[in-house]
């Protein structure tokens, strides 16, 4: 059962262009969504987090989106550069029960 | 920033033998510590929530005889894989929430290759 699911196993962007990379859930109860950037071989990194109670957050370059009408949520990248090329995971908990439940991941190239 | 290490990055052993891996929280403390199994192209499964001073909590299907966790202090957890087959062979890797505005963190990881 795989409550948060990632579809796009990879997604290849131009350098300078916006990167969107999406996840979904079915479970309503998640209250509290992050994404992490991983390398080969390294543990996964924070980038940016989103609570149920908004729609938008913002740092930097990173903007998450959550609609928690549709149960889905993005991640903007702009622009994109090179270092940007990881694997992301998006990641949703229940707060409280403090387990994080992963997507399957996607792998973003970003082509200078 | 809050720092989660795990040590050792990679090992190699024999099938059979046993397998220590170590994770500390070196700036804060943790009561909960979590550790995750990823296979190559996969997700990060969550495969039990460790407490200090407690026993573990297994997700379905982990055996508990075979990963054994160990919690004995506020910064310190460690998973012992025991009679390692080559089929435990994965990408071992803990984290630690220090705060939720951090973020969980997670330590660098290590490769287990059992031979």
């Known amino acids: 059962d795989q409550q948060v699911k990632q579809n796009s196993p990879s997604l290849s962007v131009q350098e300078g262009r916006i990167s969107i990379l999406n996840c979904d859930y079915t479970n309503s109860m998640f209250d509290y969504f992050l994404w992490y950037k991983k390398y080969p071989a390294e543990g996964p990194t924070f980038l940016i987090s989103i609570s149920s109670i908004k729609d938008k957050n913002e740092d930097g370059r990173f903007t998450v989106f959550l609609n928690k009408s549709a149960k889905h949520l993005s991640l903007h990248i702009v622009p994109s550069q090179p270092g940007d090329s990881a694997v992301y995971f998006c990641?949703?908990?229940?707060?409280?029960?403090?387990?994080?439940?992963f997507g399957q991941g996607t792998r973003l190239t970003i082509n200078p | 920033g809050a720092v989660v290490s795990q040590h050792p990055s990679w090992v190699i052993c024999k099938s059979g033998t046993s397998v220590k891996i170590e994770c500390r929280s070196l700036?804060?403390?943790?009561?909960?510590m979590f550790w995750y199994r990823q296979f190559p192209k996969q997700s990060l499964m969550l495969m039990a929530t460790?407490?200090?001073?407690?026993?573990?909590?297994?997700e379905q299907g982990v055996e508990k005889d075979k990963f054994l966790i160990n919690h004995a202090s506020l910064t310190l957890s460690t998973l012992t894989v025991t009679s390692a087959h080559p089929e435990d062979s994965s990408f071992y890797i803990c984290?630690?929430?220090?705060?939720?505005?951090?973020?969980?963190?997670f330590g660098s990881g290590t490769r287990l290759t059992v031979v």
């Open positions: 984290s630690a929430n220090p705060g939720l505005n951090y973020g969980y963190t």
């Open positions: 990641a949703a908990l229940i707060q409280g029960a403090q387990k994080l439940v």
């Open positions: 700036d804060f403390q943790a009561t909960t």
């Open positions: 460790s407490n200090e001073g407690s026993k573990a909590t297994y």
